[in-house]
C-alpha cells in the first residue's frame, strides 16, 4: 500500500522527535502532516513499526519505536532495555506456574512487550492489564532460572524484594512430588 508507505516513516518521525503519550495525540500530529486514518489503522501501523509505551528518563509514559525494526541490526534478544526502562514495575511474585508483576498505572504493557521480546523458551506468553502483567511460565522450569531471566530486565531492588519468594517457590515444587 502506498499510502502506508509514505505514512509509517511520518509516524516514525513523530514518534522519535516528539512526547506522543497516546493513539490520539498521534493521529492529530498525522493530520497536521496529511493523513486521516481511522484509530483501528494507527494500531495496525503502531504494531507493524513496533512501537510500543515505555516511561522516558522523567518517568512519563510515551511511545517510543521498537528497537528491532527490520535494518536496524538489532535482535530480539539485544532489544530488552534494563532497569531503568521499568522503574515503574513494584512487585513480581510467582505462584505455581504464573508470574504476576504489578506496575504503576499504564506501564503493563510495555513491560509485557518487553517480556515477549527476551524470545525466552521459560515464558511461553504473557497478558498485561493497566497495571499487572502475568506471564505463563513452562511446565517444569526452576524457578530459579525464571528469577535469573527477571534479573536481566527488571530492577535490582524489586528483584532483591522477590528473592525469598521464589526460592520458596522452587521448595514447594519439589516438594509436591512425593
Given amino acids: 500500500m502506498k499510502i502506508r ?33 481511522t484509530q483501528a489503522t494507527l494500531s495496525r501501523d503502531l504494531k507493524l513499526i513496533k512501537a510500543q509505551k515505555a516511561p522516558d528518563e522523567n518517568g512519563v509514559c510515551r511511545y517510543i519505536v521498537g528497537q528491532s525494526l527490520p535494518g536496524r541490526g538489532q535482535s530480539g534478544r539485544s532489544h530488552a532495555r534494563h532497569s531503568s526502562t521499568h522503574s515503574a514495575v513494584l512487585s513480581v511474585t510467582i505462584t505455581g506456574n504464573l508470574l504476576v508483576i504489578k506496575t504503576r498505572n499504564g506501564y503493563a504493557s510495555g513491560l509485557a512487550y518487553e517480556i515477549d521480546m527476551l524470545q ?3 515464558i511461553l506468553g504473557t497478558i498485561p492489564g493497566a497495571d499487572t502483567v ?44 512425593e
Fill in 5 to 37: 508507505k509514505t505514512r509509517l516513516p511520518e509516524i516514525i518521525d513523530i514518534i522519535s522527535h516528539q512526547t506522543i503519550r497516546s493513539q490520539e495525540e498521534l493521529s492529530k500530529q498525522l493530520a497536521i502532516r496529511g493523513y486521516i486514518i
Fill in 120 to 122: 525466552s523458551p521459560m
Fill in 134 to 177: 502475568f506471564a505463563a511460565v513452562r511446565e517444569g522450569t526452576p524457578s530459579h532460572e525464571v528469577f535469573d531471566l527477571l534479573a536481566t530486565l527488571l530492577p535490582a531492588a524489586i528483584m532483591d524484594a522477590a528473592r525469598a519468594i521464589f526460592q520458596a517457590s522452587e521448595i514447594d515444587t519439589t516438594m509436591g512430588d
